[in-house]
């Protein structure tokens, strides 16, 4: 008699060993809203242990954080050498701009208009109400960092192989008061060959422009260091005018549409 197959559950945390690699995840729900003192409370800044919500609150500074903080949510390779590279989203909102004056969205009078006085002074203060990020990772001191002409092996990548481990985490969503959205989110896959890691910042203010901040790791077991790369696109609506409207809400499609505004590439040596 055949084995039936059982639909695998979700699970909240998972690892993976993979030459020398420990990698594994965490995830839980989005960061709570209200403080433990109350609705309009904080923890004070003494002794007191603070809740989660104030922790985020005293270590960024920012007016406010994203609708959604999945601040329990983390990929962490770990080499058995120490070295140690994470994808956090703590560190990667620290990477905000607070104290720039912030884009304004497109119709922005008619919006301040049709909002409430207290929103529309929080909305534009000087800080990046858009949450852009140019996070690329958080790796320890084992790590040799060294900047290269390499490029990403694409072609490899493409190939058909086994997926042994796979994982999509979240790590800060915002929908900018309905104006478009903001997304920080990394996937890993690990192949027979090696992983590979696409950490994303993606931005869409509707009607205005749109950003894609991309950073792509790939580890191939032959060698002793990890490839980095950070690549920014951006790209208005207007020079976007020609691509059709679905497709701005689709970042895998719409890329190929955005012109690079940046690339730099990366050894990671971990031995």
Known sequence: MEEELVPRLPVDKESVEFHNWKISYEKSHILKSICKKGQDDKCKDDKEEFCELCTYRHALE???????????????????????????????????????????????????????????????????????????????????????????????????????????LTLFEDELHDNGISSCSVKIRVMPSGFFILLRHFLRVDNVLLKIHDTRFHYEIENDYVFKEFTKREATYDELKKVPPPLFTLPNEIEQYMPIKEQLAYKLFFK
Request: proline share 6%; aromatic share 12%.
């Open 62 to 168: 920012l007016p406010h954080l994203p609708d959604m903080v999945f601040h329990k949510n983390k990929l962490t390779l770990q080499h058995a050498n120490g070295a140690i590279l994470e994808f956090l989203p703590m560190d990667a909102l620290h990477l905000v701009e607070n104290g720039k004056q912030p884009l304004q969205v497109a119709c922005a009078q008619e919006w301040k208009e049709s909002r409430p006085e207290t929103l529309v002074e929080e909305k534009f203060r000087p800080f990046d109400w858009t949450f852009t990020t140019d996070y690329q990772g958080t790796v320890n001191k084992i790590f040799r960092i060294e900047k290269c002409e390499q490029k990403l092996n694409k072609f490899k990548l493409m190939q058909r192989e086994k997926i042994l481990f796979y994982h999509d």
